[in-house]
T-cell receptor, first 114, second 113 residues
Framework: DQQVKQNSPSLSVQEGRISILNCDYTNSMFDYFLWYKKYPAEGPTFLISISSIKDKNEDGRFTVFLNKSAKHLSLHIVPSQPGDSAVYFCAASAGSSNTGKLIFGQGTTLQVKP | NAGVMQNPRHLVRRRGQEARLRCSPMKGHSHVYWYRQLPEEGLKFMVYLQKENIIDESGMPKERFSAEFPKEGPSILRIQQVVRGDSAAYFC???????????FGPGTRLLVL
């Protein structure tokens, strides 16, 4: 049962344009969401997070939007840079679980072309 | 402030051998999580530990896998009698509490021949 889904395995954008990565979830108990970026042969690097009490969080070029009614979140990267090329994972956790364990999506490979 | 450390980075084992993966959390972090990433998949939660206690092992296979986080020293994920299907990247993450961001180590890539 895939509780967190990233339906686009890959995305290609031109440098300077906007990258939009999407994530859907099914568990209504999830109340904290994170995006991680991962380069080959490295561990995931935390990018940005959002709590369910918000619908938007911004950090520099990265903005995460949360639509609770649709159980959907998205990561916007503006402007995209070649160094952003990596695999992006969406993750969610349920505060009620009291463990903080993360449920990950399958990942989306972003390629930013110069 | 050093990040999460994992060793070894690469580990090759033959079927039936034991694999020991080590994780040292970030300074000040007492919560350790282990995740496994199979080829072409996302990360899957395995186990959550605090010092000397296993809090949640709902993602651990019932047999051959065990984890510990002793009072002194790193957290250890042990896989006994490895099989080819255990080949994966194993990531450790740490956080100061369950409500805060988890930071990941570089992972251990296990290859079972």
């Amino acid at each position: 049962d895939q509780q967190v889904k990233q339906n686009s395995p890959s995305l290609s954008v031109q440098e300077g344009r906007i990258s939009i990565l999407n994530c859907d979830y099914t568990n209504s108990m999830f109340d904290y969401f994170l995006w991680y970026k991962k380069y080959p042969a490295e561990g995931p690097t935390f990018l940005i997070s959002i709590s369910s009490i918000k619908d938007k969080n911004e950090d520099g070029r990265f903005t995460v939007f949360l639509n609770k009614s649709a159980k959907h979140l998205s990561l916007h990267i503006v402007p995209s840079q070649p160094g952003d090329s990596a695999v992006y994972f969406c993750a969610a956790s349920a505060g009620s679980s009291n463990t903080g364990k993360l449920i990950f999506g399958q990942g989306t490979t972003l390629q930013v072309k110069p | 402030n050093a990040g999460v450390m994992q060793n070894p980075r690469h580990l090759v084992r033959r079927r039936g051998q034991e694999a020991r993966l080590r994780c040292s959390p970030m300074k000040g972090h007492s919560h350790v999580y282990w995740y496994r990433q199979l080829p072409e998949e996302g990360l899957k939660f395995m186990v959550y530990l605090q010092k000397e206690n296993i809090i949640d092992e709902s993602g651990m296979p019932k047999e051959r896998f065990s984890a510990e986080f002793p009072k002194e020293g790193p957290s250890i994920l042990r896989i006994q009698q490895v099989v080819r299907g255990d080949s994966a990247a194993y990531f450790c993450a740490s956080s100061p509490s369950t409500q805060e961001t988890q930071y990941f180590g570089p992972g251990t890539r296990l290859l079972v021949l």
